[in-house]
Every structure is written in structure tokens, then in C-alpha cells.
């Protein structure tokens, strides 16, 4: 079995540059915490995580309205089908319930 002759040089890179990232993050973690803030757009930087953070709260905050509307139709619909009989009705139900729940979290998630 041989081995490729760069993948030993391309392990040895990738060990030492994650060493010396966990050097730097454990020796200095006034700078691994400066980055980070950065990226996420807070003091220090001009990162666009925050923007990206902002967009997935606003779509959060517009799921559950929206949501809420399917979920109630999704409720009569299957209320409907229980009541003619229908053996799908159970399936569907447990659907709505569990939409309900996404929906419910869908705050607590984007958060």
C-alpha cells in the first residue's frame, strides 16, 4: 500500500496550523475574543454575522404569525377528514401538532 507523497505534507500543514491557532486562542485570548467579536459584527470589526443574526430573527418573527394561519387551517382541515371517517385524518393531525411545535420554537431556535 503506498501513499500518496503530499498527503503526509498536507497533514503535517494542517496539524500545525490548527496547533498554532490552539497556541494562539490559549496564549492570547484577548485576540481569539477579538475575533470573534468581529465576526459576529460587535466593538472591533465590521463583521457581517450580526446582519445574518438580525435577517433570521426578523424571518423568525414573521413565522409565527404566518404559521399560526396554516396551523388553524391545517386543524379544520383535519378536524374535517376525522369527522367524515377519513383514515388520514390522524396523520394529518399529528402533522399540525408537530408544525405547531416548529412553529412555537421557531424564536427560541433563531435565537
Not at 414573521?62 to 396551523?71: S, V
Not at 382541515?77 to 416548529?102: E, K, S
Request: no cysteine; net charge positive.
Amino acid at each position: 500500500m503506498t501513499r500518496h507523497p503530499n498527503a503526509s505534507d498536507r497533514t503535517l500543514k494542517a496539524t500545525v496550523a490548527t496547533l498554532t491557532a490552539l497556541l494562539v486562542t490559549v496564549a492570547v485570548p484577548d485576540v481569539a475574543s477579538a475575533a470573534l467579536r468581529a465576526a459576529a459584527g460587535g466593538t472591533g470589526g465590521g463583521g457581517g454575522f450580526a446582519r445574518f443574526v438580525e435577517f433570521i430573527n426578523r424571518l423568525a418573527d414573521y413565522t409565527i404569525p404566518i404559521g399560526g394561519a396554516f396551523a388553524v387551517l391545517g386543524l379544520i382541515w383535519g378536524g374535517l377528514l376525522f369527522v367524515a371517517g377519513d383514515t388520514r385524518a390522524g396523520r394529518i393531525l399529528g402533522f399540525v401538532a408537530l408544525g405547531v411545535g416548529v412553529i412555537l420554537l421557531s424564536k427560541p431556535i433563531a435565537a
